[in-house]
């Protein structure tokens, strides 16, 4: 792939998710056990947020703590792209959002999580 096609191609279709009142520690061993960096946090059917490994980390470091709710350092859900985005008008929404991750819903449902990562998996071919 150059850079174009469309995000349902290039996208993580098996998105693991986590509720929102697991600690920390089940976050972390989740994303480490899925090889995953981001986790939307889910509420029945709806994305309430999305944690980032790294804003995990820095919390167990600074405070110790592995058992804050994962609530109280979830980012807010990330913006949201279908899965027909054309793959450059993602990046460039991930680009101006200043984040490494969206969110893909279609009709309101969660159908999977484009990452940076996946954005270079492409490029690279």
Do not use: F
């Amino acid at each position: 792939m150059t850079g174009s096609g469309r995000v349902c191609e290039v996208m993580t279709g098996q998105v693991v998710g986590i509720t929102p009142d697991a600690p920390v520690n089940v976050a972390l061993r989740l994303m480490a056990r899925s090889a995953v960096r981001h986790l939307p946090v889910i509420t029945g059917e709806r994305c309430v947020g999305v944690l980032h490994e790294s804003d995990l980390l820095w919390h167990v470091w600074a405070s110790g703590n592995d058992t804050t709710p994962v609530t109280q350092l979830m980012r807010p859900a990330t913006p949201v792209v279908g899965p027909p985005t054309d793959v450059r008008a993602a990046a460039a929404t991930m680009a101006a959002a200043v984040t490494d991750v969206l969110l893909v819903v279609d009709e309101g449902r969660l159908e999977g999580i484009l990452t940076a990562t996946d954005l270079v998996r492409a490029l690279a071919g």
